[in-house]
């Protein structure tokens, strides 16, 4: 089992940046794939980006490709979430799960273990 801890949420204005963490715990080794997703009001939660255990393999959603970018530190057992050019489109409470393996679904059925989100307020 994993536990996952989301923080680094905030408000920024349109075009600034902020970087999320996704602290994992629970398990001795990183073979975890971690999803981030969003959760926006009046819309169903979406994939954002993922990375695999292995760091090799990351995976974006079109709206964020070019702005966004994930990466681990396993000696941290930590993951990130690096946003850039932030739009008031991405406010949205941010949230990061794990799942075993090395595949990156874009479905949020597919992660096990779940944050309890962090806020990100995008203002124009």
């Known amino acids: 089992q994993v536990r996952v801890v989301e923080s680094g949420g905030g408000f920024v204005q349109a075009g600034g940046s902020l970087r999320l963490s996704c602290a994992a715990s629970?398990?001795?080794?990183?073979?975890?794939?971690i999803g981030w997703f969003r959760h926006a009001p009046g819309k169903e939660r979406e994939f954002v980006a993922g990375?695999?255990?292995?760091?090799?393999?990351?995976r974006y959603d079109a709206s964020v490709e070019g702005r966004f970018t994930t990466s681990r530190d396993d000696a941290k057992n930590t993951v990130y979430l690096q946003m850039n050019s932030l739009k008031p489109e991405d406010t949205a409470v941010y949230f990061c799960?794990?799942?075993?393996?090395?595949?990156?679904?874009?479905?949020?059925?597919?992660?096990?273990?779940w944050g309890q989100g962090t806020q990100v307020t995008v203002s124009s």
């Open positions: 990375i695999a255990w292995t760091g090799r393999t990351t």
């Open positions: 629970g398990r001795t080794d990183s073979r975890y794939t």
């Open positions: 799960a794990a799942r075993d393996g090395h595949l990156v679904p874009i479905s949020l059925l597919e992660y096990n273990y």
